[in-house]
Each structure stands twice: as structure tokens, then as C-alpha cells.
């Protein structure tokens, strides 16, 4: 065995070595972009995923690149939803899966039923920005309310 490789690693162990070539950064810029790179790699989750960016089954290039730019922007928004609106307190799997199963059902010409399970999200949302996402019985003008807010 060589005995100064093994000895010039232990004086390392532990320890991470990070290379960037940015300059103008101070080291724990640097480390702090470094451990958000998680998000980068949880939004390509994300798009695979939730959004069903992957795997294509379009043949014409244009509808393609639309499937693409859609998933894109439904990132976008849900990103800015979370990091915005949510001030990042609720992960992306909670806001997708509120956005996919939130539902209502048209009983009568002016009334709904919230058939949506109810979560810790959903009362949230209810409670800071008073809209009724956790009432039972929905009207017109509730649901309206809800979408131009």
C-alpha cells in the first residue's frame, strides 16, 4: 500500500472541497449556492413526474416543444406560488398535489359541493387569505372569489 497517499488523504477526510470559477464570490456565497442545487434537481423531479414531462409520446417537433414549454411554465408558476405567495413553507409535492385534487361538483345552478380531502395546506390557504377553500358547500360568487384572487 502506498502509505503517503493514505496518509495525504486522512490529512483531507471530512472535508469537501469545492471548485468554482467564480472569483468574485466569497466562500460562503459559494457554499450557500452550492446546497441549493438541490432544487434544481427536486424541480427536474418535479416536471418528470408531477407535471408528466417525461416520457413523450408526441411525434411533430411543434407539439413537442409545446409539452415542453407548458411543464416549463407550470414550474415557473409553481415556484413562484411556492417561494412568493407560500414564503416556502409547503413543499412542492403538497402544492401539486392541492392543485391535482382540489375538486368541486355542481349541484344545483348556483351551488357546489368541495368533494377536495381536506389538508394542512388547504386550511392554510383558507385561513390566510379568506377564501373558502375548506367550506363544504361552495356558491357562484365564492367560486368566483376564488378565482380572481
Not at 493514505?6 to 490529512?11: A, C, L, R
Not at 472541497?17 to 442545487?37: F, G, K, P, R
Not at 411543434?62 to 416556502?88: M, N, P, S, W
Not at 368541495?114 to 386550511?123: A, E, G, M
Request: with cysteine; aromatic share 14%; glycine share 2%.
Amino acid at each position: 500500500m502506498n502509505e503517503a497517499a493514505i496518509e495525504k488523504d486522512k490529512q483531507s477526510a471530512g472535508y469537501n472541497m469545492l471548485v468554482t470559477s467564480e472569483y468574485s464570490l466569497d466562500a460562503t456565497a459559494i457554499y450557500q449556492a452550492y446546497h441549493q442545487l438541490w432544487r434544481i434537481e427536486e424541480t427536474f423531479r418535479v416536471m418528470k413526474s408531477e407535471l408528466d414531462a417525461r416520457p413523450v409520446f408526441m411525434q411533430k417537433e411543434d407539439t413537442i416543444k409545446g409539452h415542453f414549454l407548458i411543464c416549463y411554465a407550470a414550474t415557473l408558476l409553481e415556484r413562484i406560488f411556492q417561494f412568493k405567495v407560500l414564503d416556502d413553507a409547503w413543499s412542492t409535492t403538497e402544492i401539486c398535489r392541492f392543485i391535482k385534487e382540489f375538486k368541486v361538483v355542481k349541484i344545483s345552478e348556483h351551488k357546489y359541493i368541495n368533494v377536495t380531502r381536506s389538508s394542512p395546506l388547504i386550511t392554510y390557504l383558507s385561513h390566510t387569505f379568506n377564501l373558502p377553500f375548506d367550506n363544504y358547500y361552495l356558491s357562484d360568487k365564492q367560486i368566483k372569489m376564488m378565482h380572481t384572487r
